[in-house]
């Protein structure tokens, strides 16, 4: 029986610390992530994620960046045109590729995206992922 519970109390603290890591790793992602997107993205989308009304859609609060991982990361590495419909609004303009960032720059971003102005999308973005696509 104490076996049986030295056994329960150790899997729960692997599977405590492990989590603690996956978060850890998470938080380092969308930090690094406001780096990458005050420099590549803020000047259309705006530091506060709102866009620029009628021209550049936001990411802020936006039923767009929930779309599947695998999408975002296209949109990213081959750029967007045409129609796009972001909470409801039409926007027509378009986005160049930013396949020049590296796969950990475009996972990274993403995942500040992704959890930033009200943004709580789960799950987190990888680099594996990115290069998986380019």
């Not at 709102?50 to 750029?79: C, N, Q, R, S």
């Not at 972001?86 to 990274?108: C, F, H, R, W």
């Amino acid at each position: 029986m104490i076996r049986y519970l030295q056994f329960g109390i150790i899997i729960n603290a692997l599977f405590i610390l492990s989590s603690w890591f996956f978060q850890s790793g998470t938080a380092k992602s969308i930090e690094r992530g406001k780096e990458v997107y005050v420099s590549y993205c803020q000047n259309c989308h705006m530091e506060d994620g709102m866009g620029t009304p009628d021209v550049f859609p936001p990411v802020a609060k936006a039923d767009y960046v929930k779309k599947p991982a695998k999408e975002l990361i296209k949109i990213i590495l081959e750029g967007q045109s045409g129609e796009i419909v972001v909470n409801k609004k039409t926007y027509n303009g378009m986005m160049p590729a930013q396949s020049y960032l590296t796969d950990e720059q475009i996972a990274d971003v993403l995942n500040y995206v992704r959890n930033s102005w009200g943004n709580k999308i789960p799950g987190t973005i990888t680099p594996a992922q990115v290069k998986a696509l380019r």
